[in-house]
């Protein structure tokens, strides 16, 4: 499969908890988005990374959220001590430069009890 | 600060009829401009990209792009309550981020 993977697409978390979200681009695909989508509202933009690099984490909260794509695997996007308010759909898109069109992944869906 | 903007709907449309979708943007240095699908519950899905002024024509889609009045727009012929979904704008500005519109839902009715 060529597309964006991720996984888990369901992740259910007690509040406390840390929450690990991975993505694997596109193939040929060096540049990892990553949204969050409230049932029923928009995309928001979280974080932009490229291999080994944070571009621009200005949509990510400053306290409990961390994003990574290192230089071998997956892009992870890390919720430490989730809160019920953290319940959402993350997205991660790859596109192969700026500019071009971003392709999407199928989402995790985070539940916190 | 950068914006794109699209009327959320609900926009309702006969089954066969042509439904027009639009979106405007304020930074015009934009370069490029995409319109996504998303089915509730499922992930954006690109249908369409336009880079230059005019029309391009996809199957039943065709995305119209006016830079000078810094608006694009999609046009679905022959629509298809397949196409009820929502329909998200996304403008590249000079800069790496897409700005993204908060999506119109459409609904194709029988």
């Known amino acids: 499969n060529a597309g964006v993977m991720q996984n888990p697409r369901h992740l259910v978390r007690r509040r406390g908890q840390e929450a690990r979200l991975r993505c694997s681009p596109m193939?040929?695909?060096?540049?990892v988005y990553w949204y969050r989508q409230l049932p029923e509202e928009g995309l928001k933009f979280m974080v932009y990374?490229?291999?080994?690099?944070?571009?621009?984490e200005s949509g990510m909260p400053k306290e409990r959220f961390s994003a990574e794509f290192p230089k071998e695997g997956p892009s992870i996007l890390r919720i430490q001590q989730v809160v019920r308010g953290d319940s959402a759909a993350y997205f991660c898109?790859?596109?192969?430069?700026?500019?071009?069109?971003?392709?999407f992944g199928d989402g995790t869906r985070l539940s916190i009890l | 600060q950068k914006e794109v903007e699209q009327n959320s709907g609900p926009l309702s449309v006969p089954e066969g009829a042509i439904a027009s979708l639009n979106c405007t943007y304020s930074?015009?240095?934009?370069?490029?401009f995409f319109w996504y699908r998303q089915y509730s519950g499922k992930s954006p899905e690109l249908i369409m990209s336009?880079?230059s002024n005019g029309d391009k024509e996809d199957g039943r889609f065709t995305a119209q792009l006016n830079k000078a009045s810094q608006y694009v727009s999609l046009l679905i012929r022959d629509s298809q309550p397949s196409d009820s979904a929502t329909y998200l704008c996304?403008?590249?500005?000079?800069?790496?981020?897409?700005?993204w519109g908060a999506g119109t839902k459409l609904i194709i009715k029988p």
């Open positions: 996304a403008v590249n500005p000079s800069n790496y981020q897409l700005i």
């Open positions: 336009i880079y």
């Open positions: 898109a790859s596109s192969s430069g700026e500019g071009k069109p971003q392709h």
């Open positions: 930074d015009r240095g934009s370069q490029s």
């Open positions: 990374l490229q291999k080994e690099n944070i571009i621009d």
């Open positions: 193939k040929g695909h060096s540049h």
